[in-house]
């Protein structure tokens, strides 16, 4: 296979793989073609339309697209400013600077495409693994079919990673973890590296599979089967290039399916003794196994052979069975291991007749697998079904207790690992599927037992999630990832136990300590959901415990606020102020200033300005510097919406001048935007306010930038709904606005921000009404009234006189500060021709209240349309610009040309 090869980093051409030292290195589609570009033409400068045309070739996207994955791949080749691998160079593009060699990949590793790592050879599936390969190029949609054990997953990783090698995305998706059909669309997104706040992220991940040809893996269906065929039936009617290969015990049954039934392996018939063990694909994973699990037997010898062939047979010739009874043949031998498989099986061939054949075989298999272990081993197995995925050593002997010594445990421990009843992989842990399901049903036999081992799993899960938040704040995104990402299979199998039980104390906990996992994850609907059902249990039942249901409140507001607040408003405070009533009865103290935050949020949405800064200022609870800086950032936040410039920046510039470089974490606000973006939204905002556009769009530059490093979806968001576009739009920087308004349009409804998505589309309808391709008024407000004061503001501002009129009284009924004096601009413009008089008054008022503020550019704006109706207006309009700080910005010089 052709690489490059620079520095200690290879990339694989074909497989589409980028490897460090010889581990593989996640980056992105679009990454990974402008670094291969880039390397291919290495010390030749190539200019942005060119690359352009390489990365993006059938795309409309400007060069902020190259900045974006720009500023990704310096992070993943851990550039530093002294030593530039990517060089811009002005006018003319970007140059490559490092020494390139061309050459072939050494030694291929394991596909890094979210596809489990298949560690043997598969054996006797190459027909049906070729004929996938052929079903799949000409349908979009396969379900390979087969009982538990036989195989289906490797054969879809082996289909997938030939798919992937070929240049196709492969997203694999293991639904084992899941307990309910709800919760598949927000693993999609979650595989689909999406993170959502909308209570339906389906648009977002349709939206993401249209961009390129996806190939989805949905592996283990069968239990959320109904939830697999709608998703998958909406997939494929709602985009053109997304093929899906499922595995499962039973068809999704959705139009257009293929389905292919996995036969077991090949096996000799009754009588039969063939000659060697590689004439039947059965014969020879059994000696495989045997082999590498250190055995001796000797698979020339016919009797060795015709023994082994009836044990496959008796098997079935299913992979699992065949896998695990080769680990007890280099202890009992064939023979012995034939005779002791003769009575389960017989016994529950038997048993319940609907059941199918294949998983009567297998359940024989593992009864039979089960019983063999002694005491000890069978306990540990029990306790550690309970994981949902990869576990650690030490990780089992806490769930396991203390039923017997530590010596005890590591060797039923090892004993397990011996049997290959627990599989190693990459350093951790695994039961197989069918072994915990099996071993799962075994437990429920035992409800003490079952009840102890669940309850320690809760509080191992507990101690994880306290952890995850912990590393949150020194860990890499990436490395957060990999070290906690799979911990959301065990939260839900714990969550799930807790409810069943009516451990409801336990599981409370669980929840409020999972907010952060949820947030990173992307599963804020899942979190509500879990909550929600919570806190209808602690409604309905007789339990009184003010400090449980305060924190349950609390975080239900907060996961309202995100997933449905223009709905859910009123829902949203009362969930707020009944938290804190109840935090401050008990006396807790974090879950108060918890609940005052998120009320802030809501007051700030509302525009209640003047309470939000009430509200930010009791937030300190007086024992913390987090909680001290977080109640400075939002005092400054609400003092500038309510007018207070110089409040704002006076707590802004102590900021900058605290923290002149960013950390290595981001700190995130009440509103989830985090605080240094924030301040230097706040201080764009303000310099502009005070005239100083130049120094505003600066400031704004450097907010991007820096906002684009962090990688924070809902932090850009806002930057550029609350920041970015209303003051570029204000200052008549018309190109500049309308590329951050796409740029908007594009994150809003790629992350499901629903709120910011409305933004989005009204500023989107403004401007068309701007130039002429709308009606005058086209901004209804009746939807939001009194909800989302604080978005229509800024329609106000952006919008001019391409609104209701009533919109502008409601707005000076309200406490906004910041842009008053432009509303009685707008409203003067509104009732000139009818009621001079009026409008003068109008204009007085806001000159006056502008001037008392220091709000320049609405003095100026308010100066200048008084000095066309009145004499007195042109020294109004003199006065405001010999206090102007610097040169006026384009849509003021336009107001102003007519008097100088």
């Known amino acids: 296979m052709t690489v490059i090869r620079f520095e200690t980093f290879e990339m694989d051409i074909n497989s589409r793989r980028l490897l460090d030292g010889g581990k593989p290195v996640r980056i992105g589609a679009r990454a990974f073609d402008l670094l291969r570009y880039l390397a291919l033409n290495a010390g030749r400068i190539l200019s942005k339309a060119e690359l352009l045309e390489a990365v993006w070739p059938k795309a409309t996207v400007d060069e902020i697209a190259i900045r974006v994955h720009l500023v990704e791949l310096r992070k993943i080749l851990r550039t530093k400013p002294d030593d530039p691998w990517i060089r811009a160079v002005p006018g003319r593009g970007y140059l490559f600077l490092k020494p390139v060699e061309m050459g072939r990949l050494a030694k291929p590793g394991p596909v890094d495409a979210g596809l489990p790592y298949v560690p043997a050879e598969i054996l006797g599936r190459s027909t049906f693994i070729e004929s996938s390969i052929e079903v799949l190029e000409v349908h979009r949609l396969q379900s390979i079919i087969g009982t538990g054990g036989i195989g289906k997953t490797s054969e879809a990783v082996e289909i997938g990673n030939h798919f992937r090698a070929i240049g196709r995305t492969v997203i694999f998706l293991d639904l084992s973890t899941l307990t309910a059909d709800s919760q598949l669309v927000s693993y999609l997104a979650m595989r689909l590296d999406l993170i959502s706040f909308a209570e339906d992220p389906m648009p977002m991940v349709l939206a993401t599979l249209a961009e390129q040809p996806y190939m989805l893996v949905f592996d283990n269906c069968e239990h959320v089967i109904g939830g697999c065929a709608e998703i998958v039936e909406t997939i494929l009617c709602r985009t053109g290039s997304t093929t899906v290969l499922a595995t499962s015990r039973e ?28 004439e039947y694909s059965a014969l020879r994973l059994f000696a495989d196994r045997v082999e590498l699990a250190s055995g001796h037997l000797d698979f020339t010898k016919r009797e060795t052979i015709s023994a082994a062939a009836d044990v ?139 009840s102890n081992f669940r309850k320690n799993h809760a509080h191992y899960v507990l101690q994880r999630l306290v952890a995850s938040e912990t590393d949150w704040k020194v860990l890499s995104v990436t490395r957060w990832y990999e070290v906690h990402g799979d911990l959301i299979g065990d939260l839900r199998g714990a969550l799930d136990w807790c409810m069943r039980s009516q451990h409801m104390l336990l599981g409370a906990t669980l929840m409020i300590q999972a907010h952060a996992v949820w947030l990173q994850l992307g599963l804020y609907r899942e979190g509500l959901e879990a909550v929600e059902a919570a806190l209808l249990y602690v409604e309905d039942s007789a339990i009184a415990d003010s400090a449980l249901e305060a924190r349950l409140r609390v975080l239900r507001g907060g996961l309202l606020f995100h997933v449905r607040s223009l709905e859910t408003g009123e829902d949203i405070i009362r969930e707020f102020n009944t938290a804190s009533e109840l935090a401050n009865t008990v006396q807790d103290g974090r879950t108060a200033v918890l609940a005052r935050s998120g009320l802030f949020s809501m007051l700030m949405v509302r525009g209640r300005y003047a309470d939000a800064v009430s509200t930010a200022q009791k937030l300190i609870p007086g024992d913390t510097e987090a909680a001290t800086a977080a109640s400075q950032c939002l005092t400054a936040y609400a003092s500038l919406y309510a007018g207070d410039i110089d409040r704002t ?98 994150i809003s409804e790629r992350s499901s921000f629903g709120r910011l998505k409305i933004w989005a589309d009204q500023f989107e309808s403004l401007a068309r009404a701007r130039s002429g391709a709308a009606g005058r008024a086209v901004l209804s407000i009746e939807p939001w009234l009194h909800s989302e004061r604080y978005m229509l503001e800024h329609m106000a501002i952006v919008g001019g006189q391409n609104l209701e009129e009533r919109l502008l009284d409601w707005i000076l009924d309200g406490d906004a500060g910041w842009c008053r004096a432009e509303a009685l601009r707008l409203k003067a413009e509104r009732v000139a021709g009818a009621e ?65």
């Open 251 to 278: 068809p999704l049954g959705v139009m257009g399916e293929y389905v292919s039934r996995l036969p077991p392996l090949s096996y000799p018939d009754e009588g039969v003794v063939p000659k060697d063990v590689s």
């Open 649 to 746: 920046n006076a707590i802004s510039t102590a900021y900058f001048l605290e923290n002149p470089t960013r950390s290595t974490r981001t700190t995130t606000s009440a509103i989830g935007q985090d605080h240094r973006v924030l301040h230097f939204t706040l201080m764009a905002k303000s310099a502009w306010l005070s005239g100083q556009a130049g120094v505003a769009k600066a400031t704004i530059e450097d907010a991007l930038r820096e906002t684009v490093e962090i990688d924070q979806p809902s932090s850009l968001a806002l930057l550029l709904a609350a920041g970015a576009y209303p003051i570029y739009s204000s200052l008549g920087f018309a190109e500049e606005a309308k590329r951050h308004l796409q740029w908007l349009q594009e």
């Open 836 to 900: 001079q008089s009026l409008a003068i008054e109008l204009l007085d008022a806001g000159i006056e209240f502008a001037r008392q503020r220091g709000h320049l550019v609405w003095e100026l704006r308010c100066a200048a349309c008084l000095a066309r109706l009145t004499p007195r207006g042109l020294d109004a309009l003199k006065s405001v610009i010999a206090r102007y700080p610097e040169t006026p910005s384009q849509a003021e010089r336009d107001l102003i040309a007519r008097f100088f």
């Open 312 to 450: 496959v047979r008796a098997l079935d010739g299913i992979p699992l069975a065949i896998e695990l009874a080769a680990s007890r043949a280099v202890h009992l031998g064939v023979s012995d291991l034939l005779a002791s498989l003769n009575h389960p099986i017989a016994t529950l061939r038997k048993g319940r007749r609907t059941a199918p054949a294949r998983h009567q075989t297998l359940e024989a298999m593992l009864d039979w697998s089960y019983r063999l272990l002694n005491s000890n081993e069978q306990t540990v197995l029990a306790a550690i079904s309970v994981f949902s995925g990869d576990f650690q050593l030490q990780s089992a002997r806490l769930i396991s207790g203390d039923p017997f010594a530590a010596e005890d445990f590591e060797d039923a421990f090892n004993g397990l690992v011996a049997k290959s009843r627990i599989s190693l992989k990459a350093g951790s842990f695994r039961l197989l599927e069918t072994t915990r399901a099996y071993v799962r049903v075994q437990l429920q036999k035992s409800p003490a037992d079952e």
